[in-house]
């Protein structure tokens, strides 16, 4: 159970902020929070929000690193006040692996790397977990995710960076994708504001188809374009050459890559 201040929150920014907003919207009491963030203007009502850690107080029954990933080394000693035998903490720093926040809390129940991406404010997020956590820990992880949307356990470590790069990156590659859908349309006679009015509402709507469906992704649009068609001449623009294809494992390579490499020099920090 989430009981009044069991949760210690350092560093509240977009995804942190995210988070909090779905745990609230899903149901839990804003007093089972604190927040200790130096920048945060305000908290939402109900949630303590401290300038610095709680000196003195008991270890909380979870911890959450919010922060950016290249403060850890400097924020480790007093998060570190607030992790004892009993503490789940939970890390969403990108590159931050297991062995590099074990070290850095040593003695923490638990570890679980959490990878939402800012959906979780909806209750909309995929989230991949990964940690040394037990079976209670396991299912405290759980409960704590399921506002935010959807959880998936990894089983290798290694998969985490590929994850970040389709999860946690994945909404800024369909936001270019919608963006570029517009451009194009205006560029070929429609107003951009109208432009872009139709290609939101268009997403929106095939995400939302395709959610429901009990059809992969690939025979939806299979079943949406006609031989000889209007969108089977688009279809097959995107296909030629695999160029869609192609482009997604470009972008999902360098995006991975760039996440192997915060690892690797998390782990020399």
Known sequence: MIQPGSVLQFGCGNMGGAMLTGWLAGGFAPAAFTVVDPFLA???PGVRLLREGPIGE??????MLG????????AAAAVGLHVGPQTLVLSILAGADLGTLRGYFPGAAAIVRVMPNLAAALGKSPIALFGDAAVEARQLTERLMAPLGIAEWLADEADMDLVTAL???GPAFVYRFIDALAEAAAKL????AQADRLALSMVEGAAALAAASPHAPGELARRVASPGGVTQVGIDVLDAERRLVRLMEDTLR???DRSAEMTALARKD
């Open 189 to 192: 006679g429609l107003p951009r």
């Open 58 to 63: 008991a270890p909380a029954q979870v911890v």
């Open 42 to 44: 305000s908290a939402p």
């Open 67 to 74: 922060f950016k990933p290249q403060q850890l080394a400097d």
């Open 254 to 256: 360098g995006a991975r």
């Open 167 to 169: 999860a946690g990156s």
